[in-house]
């Protein structure tokens, strides 16, 4: 990239950027008075889902019995765990505290919902606490199945040649040692997926970018092989993403092995067992990414409020795809990871998707009907090495929706992409999780 060429990228971010906060700060409802009402509000789960929506409807309601709950104290910037798994961030950059996010006026009960009532209207916390609500807004995230695959367990992170960037901020951390290794040493490295519905379906692929890259810039991409083991004949839900990918990955060296699902790992001995549509096969790997198979909280499915004819096994709440309300109980909505929606397990899709729960709930309220409508849109910005991304957006249909036409395209790999990643994203974050974006 020449001089010019990025004095001209940088205008270009630096202007998208200014855009962006200025979208962000007209985004909310501005000019709304607020709606007066003793409604009793509950929403389980303070991530990016429901910390965002919580600092909305205070906003929103003026009288409302907010309570918002979980169990844990920290709040976990899930986007950056790409960039610490391949060392390029410390483990800090995506922590912070939950109650850093929330707003005053409401109830936080730092426990875990342990059970869901909807006939009765009740939640009941893993303290023993019965919480009677008239809405209810799901939003706990999903759980890691770890135990799924045989022989692996969190604490093998770090060891044995085992990463697994989605366990959390320290498992990120433990992946890029083993990963770092990986660089260095060379040999064969696995990248999985999981067959199940997961959490931003690109990070799997741009974990196997990055280490290809790293590895590449130390001079050692001939010690490597790199195997991407995915769940299906295909590399990305999109096609034509996918076929980019496929092209990226020819060009690189990186070999597919489709519809192979991780089952089972010998650590000691460095073999995966894989299931494939001919039985099950073994491959050694000197570095294998392990992503486990993601489902619903056990309070989610266990309360009945879970598709029974979609997504079996998983627990996905069963909600209409374009208001994300719930089909059989209307005063429950559910948001982020745990919707029972084709696509929107990402933090970009949280963003479009509060504002919707919101419009219903506060028309629910009034006793009025909702109008905003959530089109399934999620955003991945695609790392295809350090330095450079392809800022992928799509909605339920698989149409490329780009949020900057004739500027950003989605297919090539930018500068300006990666910034959006590395810089602009936490920004828009924690802009979202205030309200505001």
Known sequence: MTDSDFATSRRMFLGLAASGIAAAAISGPAGAAPVKTSARVVIIGAGAAGTALVNRLVDRLDGAAITILDASKEHLYQPGLTLVAAGLKPASYTQSKTTDWLPKGISYINEAAAGIDPEARTVTTSGGQTIAYDFLVVAPGLVLDN????????????????????????????TWKAAQKFTEDGGVGIFTRPATEMKCAGAPLKHAFLIDDIARTAGNAGKSEIIYASNNESLFGVPIVSEKVRMLFDDRGIEPAYSHVLKAIEPGKRIATFATPEGDTEMGYDYLHVIPPQRAPDVVRQSGLSWADKWIGQGWVEVDMQTLQHLRYPEVFALGDVAGVPKGKTAASVKWQVPVVEDHLVAAIEGREGTAIYNGYTSCPMITRIGRAMLVEFDYQNNLTPSFPGIISPLEELWISWLMEEVALKATYNAMLRGKA
Not at 151 to 163: A, C, E, K, R, V
Not at 164 to 169: E, I, K, R, V
């Open 147 to 174: 135990d799924a695959i045989e022989g692996f367990s969190p604490d093998l992170i770090g060891t044995n040649g085992i990463g697994s960037l989605y366990n959390g901020a320290d498992y990120a951390a433990s």
